[in-house]
């Protein structure tokens, strides 16, 4: 009887350690590993379809008209950068020299009239004045005054601003060399389409284009930031008040 009981206790042990091992172990082969969200990297142009990647690591993302504003607004933005935007409106271009620093931009827009326009952004104002002049005009900026107000250079802000029911296709693209999130959106109405390209990498905003019927009629692209912004870039007015110093704390500026 003794040794009945000892193989009866032998065999319960060995069943104990058998259902152990197996939800350790096997368990996770039936329900699958714990998801994790990771934003993809794009795949090479012409390798995968629109809104499709195929990196590893987590659950896969997808770029979709529902989705592409949110991945945009996820992605992490440059807080201190140099670049230049050239934008051409009907064949005539303009390019802008722009610097972002501790929430302040400055863009020095050159017209095609020769006329430079000189824009800074900060502290929920917007200051103005053309060339050499020491006029300054100046006025309120609201949230959407990220980059430069007024002046077609649009922002990543402008793709989160569309209304959703108007986005018509989004997805993975790259774009002048530069991988990024894209979305195309159509007004009817128009007979018009808005095309933008946000970097997956930095969050700007480096690619945008209108199309009216089968005339593209505007353009705006982006050179590569430069991180940080330059020591010497200069957030001064005309008659010489410093609105902001790169690196710095900026000074309390009253409207």
């Known amino acids: 009887m003794e040794g009945r009981n000892r193989n009866i206790l032998v065999a319960l042990t060995a069943i104990v350690i058998a259902l152990a091992v197996f939800s350790s172990f096997g368990l996770p082969l039936f329900t699958g590993p714990t998801a ?37 607004a996820a992605i992490s933005r440059l807080e201190s950068y140099s670049r230049v935007v050239t934008v051409t409106l009907e064949g005539s271009a303009s390019t802008a020299l722009v610097w972002v620093d501790g929430g302040w931009t400055r863009s020095d827009l050159n017209l095609p009239t020769g006329l430079t326009v000189h824009t800074i952004v900060g502290q929920e104002q917007v200051w103005r004045w053309n060339n ?55 007004i009817p109405e128009l ?51 410093v609105l902001h110093t790169v690196g710095e704390e900026p000074p309390q500026v009253s409207p």
């Open 36 to 72: 994790t969200i990771t934003l993809p990297t794009p795949a090479p142009e012409g390798s995968a379809q629109p809104g499709q990647s195929e990196q590893g690591g987590g659950v896969r993302v997808e770029v979709t008209p529902d989705t592409v504003q949110s991945v945009i």
């Open 191 to 241: 007979n018009q389409w808005e095309r933008y390209w946000v970097s997956s990498d930095t969050g700007l905003l480096m690619a945008a284009e209108t199309q009216v019927g089968e005339t593209v009629v505007y353009t705006m692209a982006a050179t590569a930031a430069e991180i940080p912004a330059p020591a010497w870039a200069s957030f001064q007015l005309p008659d010489g008040t």
């Open 132 to 186: 050499s002049e020491r006029t300054v005009l100046t006025w309120g900026a609201d949230e959407a005054s990220v980059d430069v107000e007024g002046q077609r250079i649009p922002t990543y802000e402008d793709v989160l601003a569309l209304d959703r029911s108007d986005i018509t296709d989004a997805g993975y693209e790259n774009k002048n060399g530069f991988p990024c999130v894209y979305a195309e959106v159509c």
